[in-house]
């Protein structure tokens, strides 16, 4: 069993900044991505940044700049540190992974609840 945890979302006003953290906990062996999503009403969940398989990351085009993605890998925790922030931007963010939990096991991609960001104008 995995579960990530987000934390950190909350009410802003644009311009301001957000830190949004995400913590796996649970059976893992390893973890081979690892980053944060969003998706806005009635819109499609799309990628905001993540690390990948040889821990380089990865960002939406249009948010290089303003956000940033972190990680602590003995904490199993990424961070994404949000700054200048628009009404656009205002979405549930969610935290997902690619994750094996048996040595020489598939991976298995797991998705936090995630967090509401609110962006006032």
């Known amino acids: 069993q995995v579960q990530l945890v987000e934390s950190g979302g909350g009410l802003v006003e644009a311009g301001g900044s957000l830190r949004l953290s995400c913590v796996a906990s649970?059976?893992?062996?390893?973890?081979?991505?690892m980053g944060w999503y969003r998706q806005a009403p009635g819109k499609q969940r799309e990628l905001v940044a993540i690390?990948?398989?040889?821990?380089?990351?990865t960002y939406q085009d249009s948010l290089k700049g303003r956000f940033t993605i972190s990680r602590d890998n003995a904490k199993n925790t990424v961070y994404l540190q949000m700054t200048s922030l628009k009404a656009e931007d205002a979405a549930v963010y969610y935290c997902?992974?690619?994750?094996?939990?048996?040595?020489?096991?598939?991976?298995?991609?797991?998705w936090g609840q995630g967090t509401q960001v609110t962006v006032s104008s």
């Open positions: 997902g992974a690619n994750i094996r939990t048996l040595r020489n096991g598939p991976l298995s991609i797991y």
């Open positions: 649970g059976s893992i062996v390893s973890i081979v991505t």
């Open positions: 690390f990948n398989s040889v821990g380089s990351t």
